[in-house]
């Protein structure tokens, strides 16, 4: 299925042409498009919400259910997702908020008669109050974000839109439930080593998670880029970590510095982003993480991975002896992507959280 834009602008421009607001304190009424638009102390005050939710929920907290009750989160997914889908939709429910979503899925609405994101994001926003959008083009939660402001002045409500990835670009969720995480694990995030390993040109994760940990130059944090030249950090992605003074190195051999990391953060070789099989055979096994790799790390690294996992971590045997390593926080990191969630659609609601 390939989305149809009639907008001969492109999703892309709508980066430059659409500014989404920061949100310098006050969570309520943002869309949330880049890790851009949150502040070191946005993150703080996000992070102690999400501390007390989780222990809300593991309290069995029922009162958790009045906190969205009446709102309603519409899942608008036009690429596959377990994990990003899932979460949002428990989060919205462990807040008493209903979710809803075209009956066969995104390949079942009118995008399959060929209608474009603008006119599909307005019909949603029509019948929710936030949106979570996944969609393979850049900028495609920027154009978006832009349409539903426009909607906004004829309806009674106005819908937020929330990014679950915009295909290369940005996976901001997705890196505000890795930080909690690390930060979590890690009791704070001083002086930490952080390295990310695999596929960092078309992994939208490790885009949004460096440029979010450059809000922690001050506390010494170090990023490791590892990955093989062909599939290096992005030089935009670059350029910001520079424009921070956050430092960082590049290398396509994880040898010289596993020993040293604290936080190993491994990634899949993103396949469909390749334009032929031969490119992506061609360095798709460069780096496997497996148990006696991570027995060279520190006794004390976490090592993390956004998931779905495939060859880059081994085999099945080799997932498992993984999984039983108690540095490997994977299962934790997910689970933390709900809680994170419900913090994040509690806040851009306007919901109280008390
Ligand atoms: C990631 C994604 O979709 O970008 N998955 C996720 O949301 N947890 C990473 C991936 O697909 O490799």
Redesign the pocket.
Known sequence: MTPNTNDVRGSEQFVDMYQPSTIAGDFAAKHIITVEQFSHADLQALFVDTLAIRARVQGHDTSLLQTCAGRVMATLFY??????DMSFQAAMRRLGGDVIATSGGVQFSSVYKGENLADTVRAVGCYADVIVL?HPDIGSSYEAAYYLDQLGSQLARKPLLIS??DGIGE?PT?ALLDLFTIVDSKGGVDGLRIAMVG?LRY???VHSLAKLLAQYEAQGVTLYFVSPPLLSMPAYILEFLDAHGIGYHQSDSLDEVLGEIDVIYW??V?EERFADAAGYLAIAGRFIMTHSLLARAKHDAILMH???RKHEMGTSADHAALDADPRSIYFRQ?EN?MFVRMALLAKVLGANLS
């Open positions: 690429e596959a997702s377990t994990r990003t996944r679950g990835g996976h997705q596929d992994g939208r994760t990634t899949r993103q956004p998931l779905p997910m992507g």
